[in-house]
């Protein structure tokens, strides 16, 4: 199945990835309106239960990716997981029409799973589907559906609360957000459909091993991308922060939705050429680079001036580039490292050491910022530094055209 050209399994995914982020995140600015209303009589709990869902429904997708890559790797699976996966979270949000938090947990729990579920198999259905030389070009191509969903599904958050269902807000009835939960179910369930087009890649079995799910059998280069990651993580806290850090600059709140808008737009339109270039230059050569710009993003937001808000708008931008150079070069780095029978469980690995990650960093950025709000981005500036060395030296050579 490999080949020159995109398979239809990298354009196929690609709406899939679209449709579910435009329902996503049709949803997901409004979550914490939607627990608000529902404890409106309980306040003081609504900061304790969003942190609950938030940080085990996370934790949950992160452990998950691992073993159903594995899982995948030994059945030689993908498209059926990746099916899985997708309906999960598309039926997930049925929980969200009944007012209760725990439904809401519920709910977010279900999400994740499919999430979980969905990842690692989507990526070596993509991997396994074109040729070494385009494979960045692949990568490129999901992740950049993926953003101009999120944007389209932010957009269309933003301008039906606006102007259309204007009493959604957090003291609204539960039953308010409804008309809205139910748009969003339309894309999630036209996402699931197209990937019943896809078709199973064929791939060749060299040899007989099962699958890897230890990692002294990976090439020293992987583990030491693996470690790389890790670190880089640390720093690496939500982008929330980001968005906080910006408005206490100065920006208004909507100010600062058009700057996130922005960021994803930038991401949607540079995310595919970059990843082809990372088929041309090599991919390790495009992540330096891209880790690199992260950090010089994360000191500038550290560095900016108390009410020079403005300023923000330029690294919100570059933050941007910083995603399409990454994102999809990251998971074509692994499956390019990755032992031939343990490409999707090596993108398990990849994902659940970023997911579990996360967590502790925004612990540790939320505890930096509360004693002065410049330094969770400057510990994120140096933790890219960290990142860039061990890549750069630790990682040898690029098996970007093997």
């Given amino acids: 199945m490999a080949q020159s050209r995109l398979h239809k399994n990298v354009w196929l995914t690609g709406f899939t990835s679209f449709f579910t982020d435009v329902s996503s995140e049709m949803i997901y600015p409004l979550i914490q309106a939607f627990v608000s209303s529902i404890l409106k009589t309980q306040a003081s709990l609504i900061g ?47 929980l969200f029409f009944v007012p209760y938090w725990f439904t809401v947990f519920a709910a977010r729990i279900l999400d994740r799973v499919g999430k979980g579920i969905r990842t690692a198999p989507r990526d070596a259905l993509i991997a396994h589907s074109v040729a070494p030389s385009v494979k960045g070009k692949a990568f490129g191509l999901q992740r950049s559906m993926d953003f101009a969903g999120a944007f389209l599904g932010t957009l269309l958050s933003f301008l039906l609360i606006t102007f259309v269902f204007k009493d959604i807000d957090r003291y609204a009835e539960p039953s308010a957000f409804y008309p809205l939960f139910a748009i969003s179910l339309v894309p999630a369930f036209l996402g699931v459909i197209f990937l019943f087009f896809t078709q199973e890649p064929s791939v060749e079995k060299k040899d007989t091993q099962a699958p890897q799910l230890s990692l002294k059998e990976y090439t020293p280069g992987l ?133 579990l990650t996360l967590l502790p960093a925004s612990v540790i950025a939320g505890f930096l910022y509360s004693i002065w709000q410049p330094l969770p981005f400057w510990f994120g500036g140096v933790m890219a530094l960290v990142n860039c060395l061990m890549i750069a030296f630790g990682v040898k050579g690029d098996k970007t055209r093997a």
């Fill in 48 to 94: 304790p239960v969003l942190g609950i869902i938030e940080g085990i429904a996370e934790s949950t997708a992160s452990i998950l990716k691992l073993f159903s890559g594995y899982i995948s790797d030994k059945l030689g699976k993908r498209k059926t997981l990746t099916i899985a996966g997708y309906g999960f979270s598309a039926l997930a949000k049925v």
């Fill in 223 to 355: 583990r030491i991308f693996f470690l790389a990651q890790f670190f880089f993580t640390l720093g690496n806290s939500s982008n929330q922060f980001l968005l906080l850090r910006s408005q206490d600059l100065g920006s208004s709140l909507g100010m600062v939705t058009l700057m996130y808008l922005a960021f994803n737009l930038t991401t949607t339109l540079l995310a595919m050429p970059l990843g082809s270039l990372s088929d041309k230059i090599g991919r390790k050569t495009i992540l330096v680079g891209g880790y690199a710009l992260y950090g010089l993003v994360y000191l500038g937001f550290g560095l900016v001036p108390q009410g020079q808000w403005w300023m923000v708008w330029g690294l919100w931008l570059l933050y941007g580039v910083y995603y399409a150079l990454t994102e999809g070069t990251e998971k074509a780095f692994v499956s390019d490292l990755a032992p031939k029978n343990s490409v999707a469980t090596a993108l398990g690995f990849y994902n659940m050491i970023v997911g």
